[in-house]
């Protein structure tokens, strides 16, 4: 099946304790996406990265870091994490360049919800 | 500034009436538009989508949207809601012919009346 898989799915964490956020997918996606969501703002994206090694902010990439060292994960990193970090992750991907009309459908994992005390 | 407005936080409709979901973008060419929905506890799935051609559009579950270059909308339609369709609906954007980033509304959650 395809499909977009985080891990975990539900974290609590104590304020500057590291952490990663797992997302893997399997349909040979060239972009991959983090976002994040919170109540009344949508989703807003954090990092994207266009193909491997190549990875950029979005619009709220403070406190976050990301790596693309294999083309099927895309792990999101929060060094430090702080309570204004709790929220509601989810990774996504699309084909990009080679998807034709599909290009920027994104496919969605579960989501991670994470707080932080 | 550049955004996509999603007028409504939430809307209640009864089961069997007409629905319609608001969206509005401020991009000046005409962008890709999409309609996600997030069911709850769930991840985010494409209903529909439009790139060009013929301005209105269907989808899965019997959703339909049409896009109106006049008034930089892209309404959601279905003209009969089921309980099932209650959920969150989000409407996307990606500004501009071979882009990528996907810009989100604020969402609209639909509650359902029996």
């Known amino acids: 099946e395809a499909q977009v898989t985080q891990n975990p799915r539900y974290l609590i964490t104590v304020t500057g304790k590291k952490l990663t956020v797992t997302c893997s997918q399997n349909?040979?996606?060239?972009?991959m996406s983090w976002y994040r969501q919170d109540p009344g703002l949508g989703l807003r994206q954090i990092y994207y990265?266009?193909?491997?090694?190549?990875?950029d902010k979005g619009d709220v990439p403070e406190g976050y870091k990301v790596s693309r060292k294999e083309k099927r994960n895309f792990p999101l990193i929060l060094e430090s994490p702080s309570p204004n970090q709790t929220s509601l992750y989810f990774c996504?991907?699309?084909?990009?360049?080679?998807?034709?009309?599909?290009?920027?459908?994104?496919?969605f994992g579960a989501g991670s919800r994470l707080t932080v005390l | 500034a550049q955004s996509v407005t999603q007028p409504d936080i939430h809307i209640t409709v009864s089961e069997g009436a007409s629905l319609e979901l608001r969206c509005n973008y401020s991009?000046?060419?005409?962008?890709?538009l999409f309609w996600y929905v997030q069911s709850p506890g769930q991840g985010l799935q494409l209903l529909l989508k439009?790139?060009?051609?013929?301005?209105l559009v269907q989808g899965i579950k019997g959703f339909e949207a049409e896009f109106k270059r006049s008034q930089s909308s892209f309404n959601l339609r279905k003209p009969s809601v089921h309980w099932s369709d209650a959920a969150e609906y989000f409407c996307?954007?990606?500004?501009?012919?071979?882009?990528?980033?996907?810009?989100f509304g604020a969402g609209t959650r639909l509650f359902v009346k029996a």
């Open positions: 996504a991907s699309s084909p990009g360049l080679a998807g034709g009309s599909g290009a920027n459908v994104l496919t």
């Open positions: 349909m040979n996606h060239e972009y």
């Open positions: 990265s266009m193909n491997v090694e190549v990875t």
């Open positions: 991009y000046g060419a005409t962008p890709y």
């Open positions: 439009y790139f060009s051609g013929d301005t």
């Open positions: 996307a954007v990606v500004p501009y012919t071979g882009g990528f980033k996907t810009i």
